[in-house]
């Protein structure tokens, strides 16, 4: 079982640019998730989709978008990256209850010059 | 605001016992959860207390006190592996996860 993927591993992107941070799981979860981790910070919240069809702004959604045409995949896109957006991005997904733990991608490392 | 407080760092000795703290602040409480993360991996799941008291598994084991906003992660018997950042997060009234920094935790020989 893959669980959940992510792609690219990496990827180094010029300002201004356009970038589509691509998120799969196979678990059949309701809820999936983007975070963003930045050193000295915790995990913070981008944006989270509690089932498919449906998407909800987290802590910091501003500079990116989300869509969930299904139960599968949670793409996360950069209309036009900026510096402050170089971070490691994760995806996550869960059940969708209160106490279900939530599981994590491998993460994209995303370097915007 | 929402505040989640936990050490950047500790050390430790391999075999002993270490525990990493956690106190929270945050507009409702619907559990409290850890998770390891080693260097350049994604975090994994620890374990998840919403009720006082200690959860114990393996040689891990976590306490949580609602009425202190405070909780802590015990490790035992120490192991090289276990090297790596804890992360502490809270779930609020919104069932969103509020994320502390994290502790790196060093084990020596």
């Known amino acids: 079982t893959a669980g959940i993927t992510q792609a690219p591993t990496s990827q180094i992107l010029a300002a201004g640019r356009s970038m589509t941070l691509r998120c799969t799981q196979d678990?059949?979860?309701?809820?999936m998730y983007w975070y963003r981790q930045d050193l000295g910070l915790g995990l913070r919240l981008i944006h989270y989709?509690?089932?498919?069809?449906?998407?909800g702004k987290g802590e910091v959604p501003d500079g990116y978008s989300v869509s969930r045409a299904n139960t599968d995949d949670f793409p996360l896109t950069l209309a036009s990256a900026v510096p402050s957006q170089t971070s490691v991005y994760f995806c996550?997904?869960?059940?969708?209850?209160?106490?279900?733990?939530?599981?994590f991608g491998p993460g994209t490392r995303l370097t915007v010059l | 605001g929402q505040n989640i407080d936990q050490p950047t760092e500790m050390t430790a000795t391999e075999g002993a016992i270490v525990q990493i703290n956690c106190t929270y602040q945050?507009?409702?409480?619907?559990?409290l959860f850890w998770y390891q993360q080693h260097a350049g991996e994604a975090p994994t799941f620890l374990s998840y207390?919403?009720l006082d008291g200690l959860e114990e598994k393996g040689r891990f084991s976590s306490f949580l006190s609602r009425s202190k906003g405070y909780s802590y992660l015990l490790l035992k018997e120490l192991q090289m592996k276990d090297s790596a950042s804890y992360l502490c997060?809270?779930?609020?009234?919104?069932?969103?996860?509020?994320w502390g920094a994290g502790t790196k935790l060093i084990i020596k020989p």
């Open positions: 996550a997904s869960s059940d969708g209850g209160g106490g279900d733990e939530q599981f």
């Open positions: 678990m059949r979860h309701n809820a």
């Open positions: 989709s509690n089932t498919a069809g449906t998407t």
């Open positions: 945050t507009s409702g409480f619907n559990g």
């Open positions: 207390n919403v």
């Open positions: 997060a809270v779930m609020d009234s919104n069932y969103q996860l509020i």
